[in-house]
């Protein structure tokens, strides 16, 4: 028997092995098929799929024995890695490299063949190998077929570590966006109460003393309450938005429309608004959380952006096999063609003459839920004619 020797990038070779963390790991049925696949058509009892580690030869998946590794020294794939292609041998009791080996005596191995499973960078990592206990001679279909089976055992080791890289990613990102959400909360509760005060005194100061204020001083009054509202519609609407996602994992359920279209009715609706929508129908099977999000927000946006005497908001809804429809028309102030692909974005704000100020993030929350939902949203508008902000979700 001869022990193989180590490849000359034995090194990076080990750190190219570990980098896709497959060793010890447990089997999976993508690896099983393959090796299931090369027994069958080699035509042999024993299939493996193997990754060298430093001292031992790791089997991801096994055809045909019941344990999964073995010393490295003693391993037909230690050879096979120092390989540009397939290694055969019809019958090791014949080989030089293999005669007296404790797999010949113990375990029969007699016929061996295996392809390296060769990395992008060029790092043989392990292998495909098929083992009989008789000799054998594979023909050029089933030396073919081994090879390709081996190619496509390295695709799954990349998938595998993408995979991981993703998981990883997304890991990363859940924390930060935790971190940002516990932030936005801090925020929220350590200026919200001072601006509050802000907007109170400013108001008490003026009423206390609108006899001998100048109209400039007023005015300028009127700037510092209008700005601490402004910051804290900011503040609510970024808290609004780190919080949207909450309500994705509720439950779906039964929704009475006008239960909800008059909860909607009562937080934003006033006596001088004409308030429209479908009476007597039950939505069936929706995230009615979700819904109450993003129908108060595009309510809300449809009187914000209203300069007419009477405002006027209508919900229209209908659905097919597999989705709700909602659209929300208003006849406020409209939105120019050349802008309406930015309102969703965050803090993307439009000039307008309603004299009521704007975060730009409740457009871009609906968006973000509307999305996450599985659904799509639009809007249809046209300057001083109104629009209409149509939304779906699956059912």
Known sequence: MIISSLPVDEAQRLHAVKSYTILDTIPESDY????????????????????????????????????????????????????????????????????????????????????????????????????????????DVQINALKILGQQTMKLFELRKKNIVLEETKRELEQRNNHLKLFAGHV?????????????????LMQDNKDI???????????????????????????????ADEVLGFDKEDVDFDDLAEDIKQILISKRDNFEFHKGITIKNINKAALSQILINLVDNALKHNDKAVRTVKIDYKYDLFHHQFSITDN?????????????????TLENNTGKSSTGIGLSTVKNLVEKLGGTISVASAVNQG????????K
């Open 188 to 204: 929220s509760h350590d200026l919200k109460s001072p601006l509050a005060n802000i907007s109170s005194l400013t108001s008490l």
């Open 387 to 394: 629009s209409t902000f149509t939304f779906t979700m699956p």
């Open 32 to 139: 099983d098929n393959i090796t299931t696949l090369a027994a069958s058509i080699c035509e042999v009892p024993i299939a493996l799929i193997t990754v060298m580690d430093e001292k031992r030869n790791f089997f991801k998946s096994t055809k045909g024995i019941d344990f999964n590794e073995s010393p490295r020294d003693i391993s037909f794939c230690a050879h096979t890695i120092r390989e540009d292609d397939i290694l055969i041998v019809e019958d090791s009791r014949e080989d030089s490299r293999f005669a007296n080996n404790p797999l010949v005596k113990g375990q029969n191995a007699i016929f061996y063949a295996g392809v390296p499973i060769v990395n992008p960078e060029g790092f043989a990592l392990g292998t495909l190998c098929v083992f009989d206990h008789k000799p054998k001679i594979l023909n």
């Open 332 to 348: 406020g102030i409209g939105i120019p063609l050349d802008k309406q692909d930015q309102i969703f974005e965050m803090f993307k």
């Open 213 to 243: 204020l100048s109209n400039e001083s007023i005015e300028y009054l009127d700037y510092i309450e209008e700005s601490a509202t402004i910051l804290r519609n900011y503040i609510d609407g970024i808290l609004g938005y780190y919080k």
